[in-house]
């Protein structure tokens, strides 16, 4: 997201989706043949990347601030990510978003509407650790002043604000 979308925060790993379920896949089999070396990139450099639109990444980002379980912890950049993509104004695909719930049994069956996902939203932030969050990403990001407005009230200002597709 930082080297594609020019999110202003590092991160620890990347993330890769199959282009078509397959219930037969098994990323275990590819693990004997993985493997590492550092690499320095100079950029300017030319190249292409295959990825998900923004309004899909959000919904994944979304699924795991709403269902990540994480007992007694807070995921941080979860909700900075959040705060991203309201503020660029990305648009919330939210037939998406409840397919994923369905899939991952956070919803039985019936779409997931506006309201519905508002009310989900609103109790996570609810119960949200502004100190466990901040302290999880603070790590992540060069500019330790994105976190000086962040509340639950700043949160909620956010989910008002969601636009969806």
């Given amino acids: 997201m930082r080297i594609l979308y020019s ?32 690499k320095t990139l100079l950029f300017p450099i030319t190249f292409n990347v295959k990825t998900i639109i923004l309004p899909n990444l959000y919904v994944g980002k979304m699924h795991a601030l709403l269902f990540r379980a994480w007992k007694n912890r807070v995921k941080g950049r979860d909700w900075f990510d959040f705060e991203w993509y309201v503020k660029k104004g990305v648009k919330l695909n939210l037939e998406h978003l409840g397919q994923r719930m369905i899939e991952s049994g956070d919803l039985s069956g019936q779409p997931v509407s506006k309201e519905k996902f508002q009310e989900l939203l609103n109790t996570k932030i609810d119960s949200l650790n502004i100190e466990q969050a901040v302290n999880e990403v603070r790590p992540f990001t060069k500019d330790q002043s994105v976190f000086d407005f962040l509340s639950r009230e700043y949160f909620k200002l956010l989910a008002s604000k969601i636009e969806f597709v």
Wanted: proline share 6%.
């Fill in 7 to 38: 999110l202003e925060r590092f991160s620890e790993d990347l993330d890769f989706s199959l282009l078509k379920k397959d219930p037969q896949f098994d990323i275990e089999k590819y693990f004997p043949y993985i493997e590492s070396e550092s």
